[in-house]
């Protein structure tokens, strides 16, 4: 046998016996003798490079040395789940999205929600070729080779999969397997762990794979993403489960209400006993289809809804109170508390959100306070101990002026929150508006971060948005931490923040109540800032979903000639302020409603809709008796094709399509 023949045998036996052992529970062999087949064919590889092979099981060893995660756009969009406390508001769920597609739903699929990282996965012919970390949704971390190491990812799969796909997963870190290495860190004098979710999202960022290989990570496998051909979410992990993807056997399926509570009861009572943490039950809509009918928010899939469980309790000593100012003026109070352990962190500061709240709460500073997480995640107060109060004459009185700049706070009317009047002279307001302006999701100017921004502001070199683009390359190389190469890279960036949108610099404004949607309603409506500016409150408020709220926020904030000067001067330096109209290349289609639906050989799903709407026509998200046709490729779900069939709705190739172009 040559050593190529070797190599590629042990790869064989050794992906064979990875397979039995993590997906069919059996060992066909010895922990020995794997861990003696794997060292052969590492000493095998190291000899032989020639022969390397990025999915060899070798990988799981890990040595990959990595100074900077690449960042990585995702293919499809990773959303945050909205989260609901008690069976009235996961009832309500219900109801609102019957409502929205008109309908019964009777099948829903229930999963344990693993406290961990998420982590998308992307095959091409049955390998790994990437895996990148949630990051903000839209894009992420490149972390491929350390998530090669972990044991039950598979690195190369069996059965008959689809060409390329995306899989999303949590990697956990096993109770068992964190106080393993607190125990190691311990006898080294070093410092612990905090606790597993945060241990297993830092081992993803180490530089070196070989760290990571050495943590029990496991992965969890919760999804599939894209266009594939499946009519349920249940169908689709019985497949991943086929190709070798870990997917609990703790998902189940149920028809009503009363079994997705009866299941939500039962792991609340369990969770205990599990060897990993869970914080609570996703619950999600079976039918791909009604998925794709009721769509996503800003932030959050419709479909589906993650029910929390009951956070733990622990009770603190109150030591002070603070007072700190958001970009939009906004006060927040801040609670100062005696350090105390909650759900494996250490707990200083607790949010307590305005003054109703602290009205509400009673509180006075010296109290022994009960303080959980929201969500497991922010600490709040939510009451005291009545036994150990605080003196009276230490109530806690919201305050009255800023804590930046003292100016007087007021609140509107209607509102629960106190803002700092000097809108455009109170330094924090500043910093924050400018920081917020620079951001990902508004400029996304590269070069300058929150940290870059603060230490202009106090140079006096940007005090407002519109200095930005004043800046000048000899003032900026005599900062502190400015080399050329760093001046270089911010003002490239500064420039190139000109070709954004309009929708992102009327967001990178900072106006308050315009967030992401808004701002992208807003600019669709109006089409131009003059247009917006100009608009009465009747023409606002008849914006879909702009309330009266945001309608104030609008008619304040054009009525501020500060304002208005800085918005003629981002224009005339030749930021967008008006909306790019697509091209209509013709009215083929118009008044049609097409749903896209396959996999297609010429042209992306993406392309293809574009082409729909560049020639007149509306992309339709789900198959109703209002759809004209179906453009329909190779892989197109059987369920659509029945429902396209019942409805009488004709189905067009590609081919046909174009020649109808």
């Known amino acids: 046998m040559t050593v190529q023949e070797r190599i590629r045998q042990l790869r064989d036996d050794l992906h064979r016996y990875n397979h039995a052992y993590y997906m069919e529970d059996q060992s066909l062999i010895s922990d020995f003798e794997f861990d003696q087949l794997l060292a052969e064919l590492v000493e095998l590889e190291k000899n032989h490079p020639e022969f390397y092979d990025p999915h060899s099981p070798s990988q799981r060893v890990g040595g990959t040395i990595t100074k900077q995660f690449e960042t990585v756009v995702h293919d499809h969009r990773m959303y945050s789940l909205d989260n609901t406390y ?139 993403a894209g266009d594939l051909s499946y009519s349920t979410h249940s169908e689709a992990l019985d497949q991943a489960v086929s190709w070798g993807f870990t997917v609990p056997e703790s ?149 009255r002026h800023c804590p930046d700049c003292g100016a007087p706070l007021e609140r509107v009317a209607g509102e629960a929150q106190h803002y700092c009047t000097n809108a455009t002279g109170c330094p924090t307001q500043q910093i924050g508006k400018i920081q ?66 309009f929708h992102k610099v009327l967001f990178g404004l900072g106006i308050r109540h315009v967030g992401e949607t808004v701002a992208k309603r807003l600019v669709k409506h109006f089409k131009t800032m003059e247009r917006l500016k100009s608009a009465t409150a009747e023409e606002l408020v008849a914006v879909n979903d702009i309330g009266e709220k945001i309608v104030e926020s609008l008619m304040h904030f054009f009525q501020d000639e500060s304002q208005v000067a800085e918005i003629d001067f981002l224009q005339n330096y030749g930021l967008s302020m008006e909306v790019e109209e697509a091209q209509t290349l013709g009215q083929t289609f118009e008044g049609k409603t097409i749903v896209v639906s396959g996999v297609f050989e010429r042209y992306s799903r993406n392309e293809l809709k574009a082409m729909i709407e560049a020639h007149g026509g509306k992309v339709g998200s789900s198959i109703s008796s209002k759809t004209s046709f179906i453009l329909a490729g190779s892989a197109m779900g059987p369920a659509k094709k029945a429902k396209a069939e019942t409805l009488g709705i004709a189905l067009v190739n590609e081919d046909q399509f174009l020649e109808m172009l």
């Open 436 to 501: 917020h302006f620079v951001s990902r999701k508004a400029m996304d100017i590269d070069g300058i971060g929150s940290e870059t921004v603060t230490q202009l502001f106090h140079a006096g070199l940007v005090t407002k948005i519109s200095d930005l683009y004043r800046l000048e390359r000899a003032s900026l190389l005599r900062l502190d931490r400015m080399a050329e190469k760093s001046v270089d890279n911010l003002l490239m960036g500064v420039t190139a923040s000109v070709q954004q949108p």
């Open 251 to 399: 998902r189940a399926r149920f028809g009503a209400m009363e079994d997705v509570l009866a299941y939500i009861q039962q792991w609340e009572e369990q969770r205990s006993s599990l060897p990993f943490d869970i914080d609570g039950i996703v619950i999600k809509v079976n039918d791909l289809e009604l998925q794709a009918a009721l769509g996503y928010t800003a932030k959050s899939p419709r479909w589906a809804i993650s029910y929390k469980f009951k956070a733990p309790q622990v009770s603190t000593t109150l030591l002070s109170v603070d007072y700190q100012v958001g970009r939009t003026g906004a006060i927040t109070p801040v609670a100062n508390l005696a350090p105390v352990q909650l759900s494996g962190t250490i707990v200083k500061r607790a949010s307590l959100h305005n003054a109703d709240q602290i009205e509400k709460l009673n509180l006075r500073i010296g109290d022994e306070v009960y303080v959980e997480k929201g969500g497991e995640i922010i600490p709040k107060i939510t009451g005291f101990v009545p036994q150990q109060r605080g003196p009276l004459d230490q109530a806690i009185v919201f305050a």
């Open 86 to 224: 008690s069976p009235d508001e996961l009832k309500d769920w219900v109801e609102r999205i019957e409502k929205k597609v008109d309908q019964k739903i009777n099948d829903f699929t229930c999963e344990l929600k693993f406290d961990g990282a998420s982590i998308n996965m992307t095959y091409i012919d049955g390998r790994l070729a990437r895996a990148v970390t949630r990051g903000d949704g839209i894009q992420g971390d490149n972390v491929t080779a350390n998530v090669k190491t972990i044991k039950n990812v598979p690195l190369r799969l069996q059965g008959d999969y689809p060409s390329q796909f995306d899989i999303r997963g949590e990697i956990i870190l096993p109770l068992s397997g964190f106080q393993a290495l607190n125990e190691q860190r311990k006898a080294a004098g070093e410092s612990l762990y905090s606790n597993p979710r945060n241990t297993a999202s830092g081992s993803l960022k180490l530089q070196d794979s070989s760290e990571t290989a050495r943590r029990p990570l496991q992965c969890f496998f919760y999804a599939l």
